[in-house]
């Protein structure tokens, strides 16, 4: 007769060495855990920490373009979450290169854009890091299955008001 802790022992073994097959960039399979919502990180002063990108003066609009992609993974939602709420894309690593969203506005001086990636748990923490300043920034997603940090590459350009 096996025990039900030889079972259970058992049953955790399997688990582990399913988990230690999930390596690089490819989603877990659905209902391996919760979405991970990524927010938007900048670096001062050698610090990083959550950040929006600060829209300086009135704008018309501005564009979120696909810069490149080196990821497998299913299910990387690309969203705007201000100055407007807007799903890009519910898959960000399949989008072509250079393919352009443009948010149209106008937004006012002093508002913000600010952008989130919603993916699927893999081995690492997922990070979107932004680099730049006003009207331009590259933002660049690492999905934690790899640490490249270039999953995907957007490039978002605001265009002042004239």
Same mark, same amino acid.
């Given at each position: 007769?096996?025990?039900? !802790?030889? &079972?259970?022992?058992? /049953?955790?073994? /399997? ?8 390596? +690089?960039? #490819?989603? !877990? ?16 002063? +050698? &610090? ?14 501005? %564009?979120?373009?696909?810069?490149? $992609?080196?990821?497998?993974? @299913?299910? %990387?939602?690309?969203?705007? &979450?201000?100055? @407007?709420?807007? %799903? ?13 969203? @443009?948010?149209?506005?106008? #937004? ?10 919603? $993916? $699927? ?9 932004? !680099? /730049?300043? #006003? ?7 690492? %999905? ?17 008001? $004239?």
């Amino acid at each position: 007769m096996i025990s039900r !802790t030889l &079972v259970a022992a058992a /049953g955790a073994v /399997g688990l582990l060495a399913l988990c230690a097959c999930k390596t +690089g960039d #490819y989603a !877990t399979a659905p209902g391996d855990g919760p979405a991970v919502v990524t927010q938007l990180t900048c670096t001062q002063n +050698g &610090v990083p920490g959550a950040c929006t990108l600060p829209v300086e003066a009135a704008i018309t609009s501005f %564009d979120v373009i696909m810069a490149g $992609s080196s990821c497998a993974a @299913t299910n %990387d939602r690309l969203r705007i &979450v201000s100055p @407007t709420t807007d %799903d890009l894309t519910s898959d960000a690593c399949h989008v072509p290169m250079n393919k352009k969203w @443009t948010i149209s506005g106008p #937004y006012a001086g002093g508002s913000a854009i600010n952008i989130q990636m919603l $993916s $699927s748990q893999l081995e690492r923490t997922p990070i979107l890091q932004a !680099t /730049g300043q #006003y009207p331009q920034w590259t933002l660049t997603f690492e %999905d934690g299955g790899d640490a490249d940090i270039n999953d995907v590459v957007l490039t978002v350009t605001a265009h002042p008001a $004239s």
